[in-house]
């Protein structure tokens, strides 16, 4: 008897969930509080697919979402950042439980993503991805502007006490258990009637305005949950690594992002999950070893990531996972 | 007070005929091919860090130095056309992934070269004047001069030369200019070909000004994104009046505010327009 595709997915799925569970009794601790940060990474790519590869909106900003997510938190846990500043009456603020200030950090990002949404995406074609592109410039310059609040190239710390979980296990299954809320909850979405209106829009704006969608606003939506999410992870990074600077969200991260997601296949959901994944594991602990090389050529960690992109950009535009599915479908197709 | 504001203009200027060069070849191809050339910045920087080599490394004559750097650019946009852009054309999110990684990349590999700091050139002109009490080199005044003369040369190509009309119809109408027979692949490179040229020969009027520095792969980009979007998109001539908009106002922030607010303004610029008159000063609706 074979099984449906569908269920076989289910199937699979629950198989990685076991062994991501089971994965810190047998890994030593560095590597699990990598693996942990990779998973965090994952909901950045996966909420860049929502608006770039469901909704076909180019979005080249996203880390500032995630910083604006990181930020928030960290100076809600640390209001003392703003004494002796202009801004010295938030310092009285009470500090909330971590959780709610992540859930802060989310709410701020989404925020900010409205009021750009709103201005940038009820023109149609390329404004939004020229605006997006200035933020990640605008949004590092007004950390170095206001470095008393926010540390300028420094960061600062949110202090120990102010983890997510005291050890790297405990930080880890934190972080796959928001990895599994957040793409579970972004999976439901494109799977509703709202995930639909979201590519018929990447499809075919005009057509999908002719069929009675309001784009504007559904545009605005995806907009709204992708940066949403993008907050979220940046504020657990923050209560992950227990310090918040803006090398977290810099244009090479967005970058690192991008190639998730090409890798992974745009507007596949489960393939920007896999491709977070490798990427984050690839730049952190492969590329570190290669990195011998940089002494004879021009070549840092940073080139190889941008040459892979150009090429998987040029060969392969609809992603690796695509490629990979699609000679699944084919195979169990032959066996049933 | 009144000092200030003859700096501010005369300066202002300068930069703006750099602007105007850097923004009219990124408006060019955009408006031809609906692309968005993300990698329009490199070709700004690849220039200035080219005439450097040439003429510090090898010694080469500024002015040699200069043609082959921008030539050199040239066919760079050429290639990266037909490597880059034409193969995924259709794929309009891939080209500009691709063409921003592209960016990134020489960004990159410059800094890994030459450093972060900037690099400053070998003026071309020594000397300096003043004007209504403003000190001002001559090497400034030949720049503005040189800009000019450029953004003249190209109204010419586009509006009385053969190619320079065909570019301008087939920005208006691609698929009429098919039927009547254009050869559209073959304009989409001359127009990359002279788009990169601008970008190139801006990036070296640039170095002469101020310095060349890796950052400017991304930021020229910045510059010239707030000037289209002014302009309109792909509006060449927009592009050259919105030049001067914003290069007195980039002008106008760095002397009061700082020069680490630039870019700052540039966004609210760019927001501000979007509001208000979202097609730009001279924007055509589609």
Do not use: C
Not at chain 1, 8 to 31: C, E, G, T, Y
Not at chain 2, 14 to 19: D, K, R, Y
Not at chain 2, 61 to 87: E, Q, R, W
Not at chain 2, 110 to 122: A, D, K, N, T
Request: hydrophobic share 60%; no cysteine; aromatic share 14%.
């Amino acid at each position: 008897m074979t099984m449906k595709l569908r269920d076989k997915r289910v199937v699979a799925v629950v198989f990685l969930l076991i062994i991501s569970i089971l994965a810190p009794l047998f890994l030593p601790d560095a590597f699990v509080y990598l693996l942990g940060m990779a998973y965090l990474f994952v909901i950045m790519v996966v909420s860049w697919d929502i608006i770039v590869g469901y909704t076909g909106q180019v979005n080249l900003g996203h880390t500032v979402f995630v910083g604006i997510g990181a930020y928030t938190t960290a100076l809600l846990q640390v209001p003392s950042r703003f004494e002796g500043t202009f801004l010295h009456l938030l310092s009285t603020i009470p500090q909330p439980p971590i959780y709610i200030s992540i859930l802060f950090g989310g709410v701020a990002a989404a925020f900010v993503g409205f009021v750009i949404g709103i201005i940038t995406l009820r023109l149609k074609g390329y404004y939004f991805a020229l605006v997006t592109a200035v933020l990640p410039l605008v949004f590092i310059q007004f950390l170095y502007v206001w470095s008393d609040i926010f540390g300028g190239e420094e960061g600062f710390s949110v202090g120990l006490e102010r983890a997510i979980a005291p050890g790297s296990v405990g930080k880890y299954y934190i972080a796959l258990f928001l990895m599994v809320i957040s793409v579970f909850i972004m999976y439901v979405i494109v799977r509703s009637s709202v995930g639909y209106k979201f590519r018929a829009i990447r499809d075919d704006e005009i057509l999908a305005e002719s069929v009675g969608i309001d784009t504007v606003k559904f545009k605005v939506l995806s907009f709204v949950t992708s940066s949403f999410f993008a907050g979220i992870a940046g504020a657990a990074i923050v209560h992950y690594r227990i310090t918040v600077g803006p090398t977290l969200f810099d244009i090479p991260l967005m970058l690192m992002i991008i190639l998730s997601g090409v890798i992974g296949g745009l507007g596949t959901l489960f393939g920007p999950v896999f491709g977070g994944f490798v990427i984050y594991l690839l730049k952190n602990w492969w590329l570190k070893g290669l990195m011998g090389i940089s002494e004879v050529l021009p070549v840092n960690d940073e080139v190889i990531l941008y040459i892979i992109l150009i090429v998987l950009g040029l060969t392969a535009p609809q992603g690796i996972w695509r490629y990979a599915s699609n000679y699944m479908k084919k195979y169990f197709e032959k066996e049933s | 007070m009144l000092e200030l504001i003859m700096k501010i203009l005369i300066y202002g200027t300068v930069v703006s005929g750099i602007w105007a060069l850097t923004a009219s070849g990124f408006s060019l191809i955009f408006g031809i091919a609906r692309i968005l050339n993300f990698a329009h910045g490199t070709f700004f920087v690849l220039s200035a860090y080219m005439s450097i080599v040439l003429i510090k490394n090898l010694g080469l004559n500024i002015f040699i130095s200069y043609a082959i750097a921008v030539l050199f650019v040239g066919v760079l946009g050429v290639v990266v056309y037909k490597v880059m852009m034409s193969p995924i054309r259709h794929h309009e999110v891939m080209v500009i992934i691709v063409t921003l990684a592209f960016a990134l990349l020489v960004e990159q590999v410059l800094l890994l070269l030459f450093g972060e700091h900037g690099r400053s050139v070998p003026s071309f002109v020594s000397g300096f004047t003043e004007i209504g009490g403003v000190l001002i080199t001559y090497k400034r005044i030949v720049v503005f001069i040189l800009a000019i003369a450029v953004i003249f040369l190209l109204e010419f190509f586009i509006n009385r030369t053969r190619t320079g009309k065909m570019i301008t119809a087939a920005s208006q109408d691609i698929e009429a200019a098919m039927m009547v027979g254009m050869d559209v692949e073959r304009l989409f490179v001359i127009t990359m070909f002279v788009s990169a040229i601008l970008a190139g020969f801006a990036g070296l009027l640039f170095a002469q000004v101020f310095a060349a520095s890796p950052i400017f792969a991304v930021k020229s980009l910045i510059y010239a994104f707030a000037i289209v979007i002014l302009g309109g998109l792909g509006s060449v001539r927009g592009s050259i009046i919105a030049s001067f908009i914003v290069g007195y106002l980039i002008t106008a922030s760095i002397t009061f505010l700082g020069a680490r607010w630039a870019e700052f303004v540039m966004l609210v610029t760019i927001i501000g327009i979007l509001v208000f008159r979202p097609t730009g000063l001279f924007g055509v609706e589609e």
